[in-house]
């Protein structure tokens, strides 16, 4: 049932038919298989390590490293590379002291002692740092609900609690603590704990133990190996009676904001093996996916979106069809001069339909970095529909995105140039500059003064000063050259030829009704291809701010074909009206009809911030925003040269095919 099982599957298929004597994997997601210690084979491991990754919360944008508090860390190990898209995203996966070896239980064994004095001034900030915030600026992490993070085997280690109708719920993720108020009431994770039968007003918990369950599979055909298929935990608070020989009982291990003195703080875990002979390693991450809260509503409400929007564009075709065929069988049905002078609509306005637009330059500029973008997201999704950037490739989403719009200069170059010189432009060297910098140096911008923000804050998710440094150095001598390259066979082709001549006067515009009017109608047009996408888009922000996978890639491809198709009729429907009603000025008009929807996409981002979130601070809020306009041009930029091309296509069809005078 789970799309990426299948994708992946499919993609092994093609590979075994070029290589029928050997076995291919993905790049980065080749099975490791395991063995019990002193079995260890050419390809098998015995010793199973559990990587950290980030700190995050729900309740914040600001991610941190997980040496943000002293938790239990190793110096000696090399961190893991990691690609551009997690550099980007703020993954920072490192290696951790919990090691152990495969099939040896483990109880309650210590992993290291952290001790501390609220007298020292150190000591106090790293336990003020942990229980209310990171010494005077105020950014809580148990009261934030700040999560671990963990990584087995290329998994996610979650952490599986039972909700509402006795569905499980598996978290890739576990908190560091919880908090029980003033009053008594219990926050996030001592609700569902065990540490609920030790509440205390007014106190952190802090779960400094974990209970790690890995099931394994065992390989057929092959020799004493076995493969890792889930990695599930759950964890525990404990005030060790004996901190230096931990046994895991007593009373849970709190924090009263009252406290003073000295204070020792064990960590620990116990570990058990479990062998699954259900779960095949290619379908390991399906319990994880199909715990997800509402997946049954999004499969739902995804094709109830598909049927309506098919249907509505299905509607929208057959009109202009039909509509259009009448109108251009009336048109070369004329005979005379007088019955031409009687018509009025759409043929009146051929002398003027290809009159260059007012603002040719940016609006060939839009076009051209809205190819660019297009293209990129084509490809992108694509690829993703294959599952070669499916959530076990972490950071590969983003690094082949980025990778393919710097290598798509050459398209947006080309585009803009050749609509540039078709509206009877002579500045090419500002258009082909405009074209590299304008709105990439806007997306910088923005993106610039976030990671200062980050910078500031001390998060993980701030690129370091280096990766800026690869990024620009990527734009301006990757990009930018490649924009050149385009621009000059753009401008080297001659202008685009018109079906139709354009006089020399403007003819002028009637007086138009209210619904013809350009900013109604660019209102109402963002209105449809907005409802194709606004339940894929609630999953999209979900898996961006809330943390949760996003793996319905086919879904998401057939929605962005849809939006493509949404827009293209939404937008020749209303400039068919405006040429009806003798406005001839489509140009802009189809490209913001189109892009409207990133307006609306805007406004749900808002309601989203407020009605579904619980950020909190000045900081995050700001980061949510700034990252938001980013993501809105990005969309305006696509969705508006989409509508473009339609109509261009659209107006140089039907005035070729009639006859004119």
């Avoid at 919990?98 to 609220?118: A, R």
């Avoid at 509402?294 to 509509?323: C, D, E, K, P, Y």
């Avoid at 990671?451 to 000063?465: K, R």
Wanted: hydrophobic share 45%; glycine share 6%.
């Amino acid at each position: 049932m789970c799309s990426l099982h299948r994708a992946r599957g499919s993609v092994l298929v093609i590979f075994l038919l070029l290589h029928s004597a050997t076995s291919f994997y993905l790049p980065g997601l080749a099975p490791v298989s395991f063995c019990e210690p002193g079995q260890t084979g050419k390809e098998n491991e015995s010793t199973i390590e559990i990587f950290v990754n980030r700190l995050d919360s729900v309740e914040s944008v600001l991610p941190y490293e997980y040496t943000a508090f002293d938790f239990c860390a190793i110096d000696s190990e090399k961190r893991p590379s990691e690609n551009l898209g997690q550099v980007l995203f703020g993954e920072r996966i490192e290696p951790s002291p919990y090691k152990f070896e495969f099939k040896k239980k483990v109880d309650c064994k210590p992993v290291c002692t952290k001790s501390y004095n609220t007298n020292k001034p150190e000591d106090k900030a790293h336990l003020d740092f942990l229980k209310k915030g990171m010494f005077t600026t105020g950014k809580i992490f148990i009261l934030l609900n700040y999560q671990h993070r963990w990584i087995v085997d290329n998994m996610p280690v979650t952490w599986c609690y039972d909700v509402e109708d006795g569905q499980k719920f598996c978290n890739p993720g576990f908190p560091i603590g919880c908090y029980v108020t003033e009053a008594g009431r219990p926050k996030d994770a001592c609700v569902v704990n065990s540490v609920k039968t030790f509440l205390l007003d007014n106190t952190f918990y802090v779960f400094n133990h974990v209970d790690i369950t890995i099931h394994y599979h065992v390989v057929e055909n092959e020799a004493a190996g076995a493969r890792l298929v889930a990695a599930k935990m759950e964890p525990k608070s404990y005030k060790h009676t004996k901190v230096e020989a931990p046994d895991c009982a007593g009373g849970p291990m709190y924090l009263n904001n009252k406290f003073s003195g000295e204070l020792k703080i064990g960590y620990t875990y116990s570990v058990q093996f479990v062998e699954d002979t259900h779960i095949r390693w290619a379908s390991r991450w399906d319990y994880i996916l199909e715990s997800m809260p509402h997946t049954n509503i999004q499969w739902f409400s995804i094709m109830n979106s598909l049927v309506i929007v098919l249907f509505l564009s299905g509607m929208v075709a057959m009109i202009m069809l039909r509509t259009l065929h009448k109108d251009i069988a009336r048109y070369n049905q004329m005979d005379s001069v007088e019955d031409a002078q009687e018509e009025f609509g759409w043929k009146l306005v051929h002398g003027d339909v290809f009159r260059p637009p007012r603002k040719g330059m940016l609006l060939s500029v839009f076009l051209g970095s809205g190819t660019q973008i297009f293209i990129m997201m084509f490809v992108t999704l694509f690829f993703a529909c294959l599952g070669f950037l499916s959530p076990a490739n972490r950071g590969a989403l983003m690094t082949c995105a980025v990778v393919l719009w710097v290598l798509l200069g050459t398209p947006a170059g080309y585009v803009a140039a050749r609509f540039y010189k078709s509206f009877g432009g002579e500045k090419w060297k500002t258009n082909v500059l405009l074209t590299c910098f304008l709105c990439p140096g806007v997306v910088f911008a923005d993106f610039f003064v976030m990671n200062l923000i980050l910078w500031g804050e001390g998060s993980s998710a701030a690129m370091p000063f280096g990766t800026l440094v690869a990024i620009l150095a990527l734009w301006f001598c990757i990009s930018v050259p490649l924009t050149f390259i385009g621009a000059y066979f753009g401008f080297k082709k001659t202008g685009i030829e018109h079906p139709v001549r354009t006089n020399q006067i403007p003819r002028q515009i009637p007086e138009q009704s209210f619904y013809t009017r350009s900013l109604p109608g660019i209102v109402m047009g963002g209105i449809l291809p907005f409802g194709c996408i606004f339940i894929q888009l609630f999953f999209i922000l979900n898996s961006i701010w809330s943390h949760q996978m996003y793996y319905m890639f086919g879904f998401l491809f057939l929605v962005f074909i849809i939006l493509v198709i949404t827009c293209s009729e939404a937008t020749i429907l209303l400039c068919y009206f405006h040429l009806c009603a003798e406005d001839y000025h489509w140009q802009w008009r189809s490209f913001l009809t189109s892009g409207f929807t990133a307006v609306y996409f805007l406004v749900y981002a808002i309601h989203y911030f407020f009605s579904k979130l619980q950020i909190t601070g000045l900081a995050s809020t700001i980061l949510y925003f700034g990252y938001t306009m980013i993501m809105a041009l990005i969309f305006f930029l696509f969705t508006g040269t989409i509508g473009f091309f339609a109509c261009f296509w659209f107006v140089t069809k039907i005035y070729s095919v009639v006859k004119v005078d």
